[in-house]
Nanobody
């Protein structure tokens, strides 16, 4: 099995910056894509940014030019650097690891994982 642990959320003023981190641990063989999703109060989670194992990135239009996603494949860690924060960036940020291949009991398995979420609050 594997698990994701997030860190780096908090309270920031509009225009400020925050950096989120998410590390995957366990008997992991590989991870396809990793990404971040945001859930605002009373709304469904929405994609913020994703990055493949090869480094290809994808961003929501609302964060392009302000957020940057990066990944350390050797340590199964993904980062989200957020600049020029806006109040509408507020929400719980969830880390996702897509198609995690892990080793258990002599076999390989594949599963998607989600982190526990980290709160980001941007004040105006």
């Amino acid at each position: 099995q594997a698990q994701l642990v997030e860190s780096g959320g908090g309270l920031e003023q509009a225009g400020g910056s925050l950096r989120l981190s998410c590390g995957a641990s366990g008997n992991i063989d590989s991870i396809n894509a990793m990404g971040w999703y945001r859930q605002a109060p009373g709304k469904q989670p929405v994609l913020v940014a994703t990055i493949t194992s090869g480094g290809k990135t994808n961003y929501a239009d609302s964060v392009k030019g302000r957020f940057s996603i990066s990944r350390d494949n050797a340590n199964n860690t993904v980062y989200l650097q957020m600049h020029s924060l806006k109040p509408e960036d507020t929400g719980v940020y969830y880390c996702n690891a897509d198609r995690v291949t892990y080793y258990s009991g002599g076999y390989f398995y594949q599963k998607d994982y989600w982190g526990q979420g980290t709160q980001v609050t941007v004040s105006s």
